[in-house]
């Protein structure tokens, strides 16, 4: 069955950097694209971007755009999200999940499988 | 941008109940239009693909429908497990935008 694990919580300071990693099972990791979304506390979903582990292109949100680097290891089935210059209201949880192409429905996508959320705190 | 909103933002019902939420897009997306049910502590769960496409292993109960601007989300006869907060997400473009989220609570 389709499983995305990912790394534990972690604090950070301000200004330092985070990486989750999001490990893939189940199905042919470089098949499918990888993306990532946060909720900060009391907040919504906020897409912050996606990667193709097939030939590594990526797309991120704007208003993340520049301080985050979305990576993928076809060898160990893992997608990473790294984001710098970490400021307190980047404190959320962050989500993987899977990207399916919709059949039928040309470049039409969904968000099928989710891993279960790393808690990044930022905090002096 | 494509910016979504959902109305209501929050909603009291009982079990047995039929609720529907609506969402409205800033542009017409035609059907690229996804649902997702979210419970605190857990991955958020799709329901509706593609306005109205039921995803594989949810209920009979949950139904999508829209097309363009305004799209519904529709839940027949709530069970207690339903009550949680719902998106929608346009995925008209390359930087999918989510909907502000209804939280649906019990009366």
């Known amino acids: 069955q389709v499983q995305l694990v990912q790394s534990g919580a972690e604090v950070r300071k301000p200004g330092a950097s985070i990486k989750v990693s999001c490990k893939a099972s189940?199905?042919?990791?470089?098949?499918?694209?990888i993306t990532w979304v946060r909720q900060a506390p009391g907040q919504g979903l906020e897409w912050m971007g996606w990667?193709?582990?097939?030939?590594?292109?990526?797309k991120s949100a704007q208003r993340v755009q520049g301080r985050v680097t979305m990576t993928a290891d076809t060898s160990t089935s893992t997608a990473y999200m790294e984001l710098r210059s970490l400021r307190s209201d980047d404190t959320a949880i962050y989500y993987c999940?899977?990207?399916?192409?919709?059949?039928?429905?040309?470049?039409?996508?969904?968000?099928?499988?989710w891993g279960q959320g790393t808690l990044v705190t930022v905090s002096s | 941008d494509i910016q979504m909103t959902q109305s209501p933002s929050s909603l009291s019902a009982s079990v047995g109940d039929r609720v529907t939420i609506t969402c409205r897009a800033s542009q017409s997306i035609s059907t690229f239009l996804n649902w997702y049910q979210h419970k605190p502590g857990k991955a958020p769960n799709l329901l509706i693909y593609?306005?109205?496409r039921l995803q594989t292993g949810v209920p009979s109960r949950f139904s999508g429908s829209g097309s363009g601007t305004d799209f519904t989300l529709t839940i027949t006869s709530l069970q207690p497990e339903d009550f949680a907060t719902y998106y929608c997400q346009e995925t008209y473009d390359n930087y999918p935008a989510f909907g502000q989220g209804t939280n649906l609570e019990i009366k």
């Open positions: 990667i193709s582990p097939y030939n590594g292109n990526s």
């Open positions: 999940a899977r990207v399916t192409l919709i059949a039928g429905v040309d470049e039409n996508y969904k968000f099928d499988f």
């Open positions: 189940g199905y042919i990791f470089n098949t499918y694209g």
């Open positions: 593609a306005a109205s």
